[in-house]
């Protein structure tokens, strides 16, 4: 009996224990593949995001060689990607073949203005319908987003008729007017408003302040990326605005860049270089504002529930 014993002790000891090296070297496999799937679903993902990005970047390029060639090199097939010649004289040119300057002034003129408006009355339109208590809030919301869905061809002769009663056709004004308040700008705000805690409001009302004030010392400083997101999107629209003013604006004096445009567009032919050469003169503005505001546009889309 007592060699049974000793027998069975002697092959429990040789045994390895439950969770012991064996265990570990089962798990240390299943890691490394884990791990190794990871990095091969990084690679896949990188790849799938450069050549998006790759494509989308095409016509862009495309656009920017296209500016220092001649009409007749803009349309070859295959593309011509590096010009035989490259014509730099197209952007010395096209300051005096159009009044390049005054429409880019007028074009900043506009997209600063309306989103100065934009971002102002959005900013306080969001704040009521965010923070102020009053009867028929949400409805009164719900109606005023529901305008989005509509599209602007539907409202745009009765828009045209009333600013030709009033006189204002063929001036800034009357672009200002209509693109100083937007739907999409109360709902941007509003949802970063809803984000901002309601004691805050609470504390200042406790304190006296109106709501005046609330909304100018403690919503507008709270509020910087969501502003900064609005007026970025504002800004764009604006600039590369096409029929607004194409509507309104038959003084050459008053037109924007984008109409500036139609100067190279003849009835027999085209002056497809020039085009090109004013697109890429047109975008960089643009350019410049995202690569500035790029940061508050990520952040403040973020955090107002538009993910």
Same mark, same amino acid.
């Given at each position: 009996?007592?060699?049974?014993?000793?027998?069975?002790?002697?092959?429990?000891?040789?045994?390895?224990?439950? *969770?012991?090296?064996?265990?570990?070297?089962?798990?240390?496999?299943?890691?490394?593949? #884990?791990?190794?799937?990871?990095?091969?679903?990084?690679?896949?993902?990188?790849?799938?995001?450069?050549?998006?990005?790759?494509?989308?970047?095409?016509?862009?390029?495309?656009?920017?060689? #296209?500016?220092?060639?001649?009409?007749?090199?803009?349309?070859?097939?295959?593309?011509?990607?590096?010009?035989?010649?490259?014509?730099?004289?197209?952007?010395?040119?096209?300051?005096?073949?159009?009044?390049?300057?005054?429409?880019?002034?007028?074009?900043?003129?506009?997209?600063?203005?309306?989103?100065?408006?934009? =971002?102002?009355?959005?900013?306080?339109?969001?704040?009521?319908?965010?923070?102020?208590?009053?009867?028929?809030?949400?409805?009164?919301?719900?109606?005023?987003?529901?305008?989005?869905?509509?599209?602007?061809?539907?409202?745009?002769?009765?828009?045209?008729?009333?600013?030709?009663?009033?006189?204002?056709?063929?001036?800034?004004?009357?672009?200002?007017?209509?693109?100083?308040?937007?739907?999409?700008?109360?709902?941007?705000?509003?949802?970063?408003?809803?984000?901002?805690?309601?004691?805050?409001?609470?504390?200042?009302?406790?304190?006296?302040?109106?709501?005046?004030?609330?909304?100018?010392?403690?919503?507008?400083?709270?509020?910087?990326?969501?502003?900064?997101?609005?007026?970025?999107?504002?800004? =764009?629209?604006?600039?590369?605005?096409?029929? *607004?003013?194409?509507?309104?604006?038959?003084?050459?004096?008053?037109?924007?860049?984008?109409?500036?445009?139609?100067?190279?567009?003849?009835?027999?032919?085209?002056?497809?270089?020039?085009?090109?050469?004013?697109?890429?003169?047109?975008?960089?503005?643009?350019?410049? =504002?995202?690569?500035?505001?790029?940061?508050?546009?990520?952040?403040?889309?973020?955090?107002?529930?538009?993910?």
């Amino acid at each position: 009996m007592s060699t049974t014993v000793l027998r069975k002790d002697s092959a429990t000891d040789g045994a390895p224990p439950s *969770g012991g090296a064996p265990s570990r070297a089962r798990t240390e496999p299943r890691r490394g593949r #884990s791990r190794a799937g990871r990095v091969v679903g990084q690679v896949l993902l990188y790849t799938v995001l450069t050549a998006l990005s790759a494509a989308i970047l095409v016509p862009f390029a495309w656009m920017l060689v #296209s500016s220092v060639k001649l009409d007749a090199e803009v349309f070859t097939v295959p593309i011509q990607w590096i010009p035989k010649s490259f014509h730099w004289e197209n952007f010395a040119d096209i300051w005096t073949e159009i009044p390049m300057l005054t429409y880019l002034g007028n074009s900043l003129f506009l997209s600063v203005v309306i989103t100065f408006l934009q =971002v102002l009355t959005g900013s306080f339109a969001a704040y009521g319908f965010a923070k102020v208590r009053f009867p028929g809030r949400d409805a009164l919301f719900l109606a005023y987003i529901a305008t989005i869905a509509v599209p602007w061809q539907a409202y745009m002769v009765p828009q045209y008729i009333i600013m030709q009663r009033i006189g204002l056709v063929d001036t800034h004004l009357s672009l200002i007017l209509l693109q100083a308040f937007g739907a999409f700008g109360v709902f941007l705000m509003r949802q970063y408003y809803q984000s901002i805690p309601e004691e805050l409001s609470e504390a200042a009302r406790l304190d006296g302040l109106s709501e005046y004030g609330i909304w100018a010392r403690i919503m507008l400083p709270l509020s910087k990326p969501a502003l900064a997101s609005l007026a970025l999107l504002t800004f =764009v629209f604006t600039w590369n605005d096409y029929m *607004g003013p194409f509507i309104y604006l038959t003084s050459n004096d008053l037109w924007t860049v984008q109409l500036g445009l139609r100067s190279f567009v003849g009835v027999y032919d085209s002056r497809y270089a020039m085009i090109m050469t004013g697109s890429v003169l047109s975008v960089l503005p643009i350019l410049v =504002v995202f690569l500035l505001g790029q940061r508050h546009f990520v952040q403040g889309i973020a955090t107002s529930g538009m993910k």
